[in-house]
């Protein structure tokens, strides 16, 4: 098999790969063309006429006195203050593991790890104890203090303070900076990258966190958009599964355009730090 034969079979295993991710996107964006009865019909393409925006898009911002638009910000406030506090926290751990040499730093560590193992879902029921008993349950905080938490973050946030060169430390203490100041000022511009990278991560999984927002509030005012979507029903209680639709597609948006516009921030930083 030549070299050009075998590129041209990964191109098009690429290619076939590529086409197999986006269907469901595909998929999720022709049903919003299309009404209650056209979803039914299982077909794959745009629904005639197009509902896009005078009946489904209208009718979702419109539910209930405009909720969506409170779900919305919900969402937004948190998988934005969690992701930018939990990273911002998780550097910090990081920074501390890399800096300091403490009696058990190796096995806080270990346990740092293992925590990290542990599923969401099985901490939920700790979560909701702990929240009732100190009159929390229900509130912003139950859902923004358990995502600011991120203990995979700090593990991730270890190996990439591991890879900011000792010299560039030394260097800095040598001109009197503190750890306050290295931290702030050297430390996280030189490791941005990975600064961006596990914000984006925390992000979206704090915005894709359905089951601790569905364990932890009780008022529909309150909910994120991934909860949220999945309550829209109507006046008799049945699912509108045309707005449930338009509610998914909305929801996905942000996070395309988040990954979009951020693209330019993932990349290697460390070159030239030192000269």
């Given at each position: ?68 638009v ?11 203050v ?65 995502s600011?938490v ?72 309150k ?9 829209i ?23 395309l ?19």
């Open positions: 098999m030549t070299r050009t034969s075998r590129s041209v079979k990964l191109e098009v295993v690429a290619v076939l790969l590529a086409l197999f991710f986006l269907f469901p996107f595909y998929w999720l964006l022709q049903s919003t063309t299309k009404d209650n009865s056209q979803l039914f019909q299982g077909t794959f393409v745009p629904g005639t006429p197009n509902h896009f925006v005078h009946s489904n898009l209208t009718d979702v911002f419109a539910y209930k006195n405009g909720v969506f409170h779900w919305l910000g919900n969402s937004f406030l948190y998988a934005g969690g992701s930018v506090l939990g990273t911002f926290l998780a550097a910090m751990a990081g920074f501390a593991f890399r800096r300091y040499h403490f009696a058990g730093r190796r096995f806080l560590f270990v346990i740092i790890l293992g925590f990290a193992m542990v599923p969401g879902f099985a901490t939920a029921l700790p979560l909701f104890i702990v929240f009732k008993n100190v009159g929390l349950l229900g509130s912003y905080w139950s859902v923004l203090i358990p600011i991120n203990v995979f973050g700090v593990y991730l946030m270890v190996v990439y303070w591991n890879q900011v060169p000792e010299e560039l430390f030394d260097a800095a203490m040598m001109d009197g900076a503190s750890d306050g100041l290295i931290f702030l000022r050297i430390g996280l511009p030189t490791m941005l990258p990975g600064f961006t990278t596990l914000t984006l991560l925390s992000f979206v999984a704090i915005w894709n966190n359905y089951f601790l927002p569905l364990v932890m509030l009780n008022s529909s005012g909910f994120p958009l991934i909860l949220g979507v999945t309550t029903t109507s006046l008799q209680g049945f699912p509108v599964y045309n707005l449930t639709v338009m509610g998914a597609f909305l929801t996905s948006l942000p996070l355009l988040l990954f979009a516009f951020s693209q330019r921030f993932i990349t290697p930083q460390l070159t030239g730090a030192i000269k």
